[in-house]
Nanobody, 123 residues
Framework: QVQLVESGGGLVQPGGSLRLSCVAS????????ILWFRQAPGKEREDMSC????????YYADSVKGRFTISRGNSKNTVYLQMDFIELEDTAVYYC????????????????WGQGTLVTVSS
């Protein structure tokens, strides 16, 4: 059974940094592409960043480009989201997701996610 567990959220001041972690398990072959998305209260899901199974392709939404960095750990089943220059608008619950695919070409297909981790930005 596929399982995704997010961690690393917390309270951070504007301009600060956080690193979120996503541990994926239950895959019978290589860990597929992983997407980070967020959902703020009263807002729709926002797909922020994705990394392909082979780590060659990454995707960033314009809202986080240049501030967030996605990477995969040496174990390949852990994906990180390094958040720098955090803004108030980054407050949300952050989720990692998979659709079982190896690329980041159809983000709507990423339909399995974990319980999320809350990031609160406040001065």
């Amino acid at each position: 059974q596929v399982q995704l567990v997010e961690s690393g959220g917390g309270l951070v001041q504007p301009g600060g940094s956080l690193r979120l972690s996503c541990v994926a398990s239950g895959f019978t072959s290589n860990t597929p592409a992983i997407l980070w998305f967020r959902q703020a209260p009263g807002k729709e899901r926002e797909d922020m960043s994705c990394i392909s199974s082979n780590d060659i392709t990454t995707y960033y939404a314009d809202s986080v480009k240049g501030r967030f960095t996605i990477s995969r750990g040496n174990s390949k089943n852990t994906v990180y989201l390094q958040m720098d220059f955090i803004e108030l608008e980054d407050t949300a619950v952050y989720y990692c997701a998979t659709g079982g695919t190896y690329g980041c070409y159809d983000l709507d297909a990423f339909d399995t996610w974990g319980q999320g981790t809350l990031v609160t930005v406040s001065s």
